[in-house]
């Protein structure tokens, strides 16, 4: 298999723009994770899906976040409008429904910069 | 609240062996996973204990203590390839919560 795909893998965008995140999980699985990470707050969950419904997202910031699963192949991670402060390393990992939420595989993350 | 401890950083010698403890406090518990992240790279799953004991895979093992809240990430023989952070994460109600990282520092 291929692996978490993720796209773009570098995203340098001005304040103020839209900026979307695309994510393909391992085929199969039926949980994908949104999160991400900084050097001052770590790893964090932003919201997670099982079987393409929204489980959990207390992690999502505020609203100019969103995400989105419209089917077991795709995921979009959107965030309008863009501030220096979202600036990180998004990642998306996707598992087993055996593994649970446990044993997670991760995409090689999209590196955002936010001027 | 809930919240996880490791150790910020750990040294090491090439060759030898390191454990990497972490304490845990959440509402809820399923199992403690482990997993490496290289720099600049994704977190990679390493093993997973659900009940108590030791789980062994190859260099590395991972131990569970359930009454202490408690376990640890043994990893023997080091190798440079393993300079990397190490994250225990708790699931919780069927969601991971994440440990800050150890940073693995491995000498010749």
């Known amino acids: 298999d291929a692996g978490v795909i993720q796209s773009p893998r570098h995203e340098v965008t001005e304040m103020g723009q839209e900026v979307t995140l695309r994510c393909k999980p391992i085929?199969?699985?039926?949980?994908l994770f949104w999160y991400r990470q900084t050097m001052m707050r770590g790893l964090e969950l932003l919201i997670y899906?099982?079987?393409?419904?929204?489980?959990?997202d207390s992690g999502m910031p505020e609203d100019r976040f969103s995400a989105k699963m419209p089917n077991a192949s795709f995921s979009t991670l959107k965030i309008q409008p863009s501030e220096p402060r979202d600036s990180a390393v998004y990642f998306c990992?996707?598992?087993?429904?055996?593994?649970?939420?446990?044993?997670?595989?991760f995409g090689p993350g999209t590196r955002l910069t936010v001027l | 609240g809930q919240s996880l401890e490791q150790p910020s950083e750990v040294t090491a010698v090439e060759g030898a062996i390191v454990q990497i403890n972490c304490t845990y406090q959440?509402?809820?518990?399923?199992?403690l996973s482990w997993y490496q992240q290289h720099d600049g790279g994704a977190p990679t799953f390493l093993s997973y204990?659900?009940l108590d004991g030791l789980e062994e895979t190859g260099r590395f093992s991972s131990f569970l203590s359930r009454s202490d809240s408690y376990g640890y990430l043994l990893l023997q023989e080091l190798q440079m390839k393993d300079s990397a952070s190490y994250f225990c994460?708790?699931?919780?109600?069927?969601?991971?919560?994440w440990g800050a990282g150890t940073k693995l520092i491995i000498k010749p």
């Open positions: 959440t509402s809820g518990f399923y199992g």
């Open positions: 899906f099982n079987n393409n419904v929204p489980i959990d």
């Open positions: 990992a996707s598992s087993f429904s055996s593994g649970g939420v446990d044993t997670q595989y």
């Open positions: 994460a708790v699931n919780s109600n069927y969601q991971l919560i």
């Open positions: 085929s199969g699985h039926d949980y």
């Open positions: 204990n659900a």
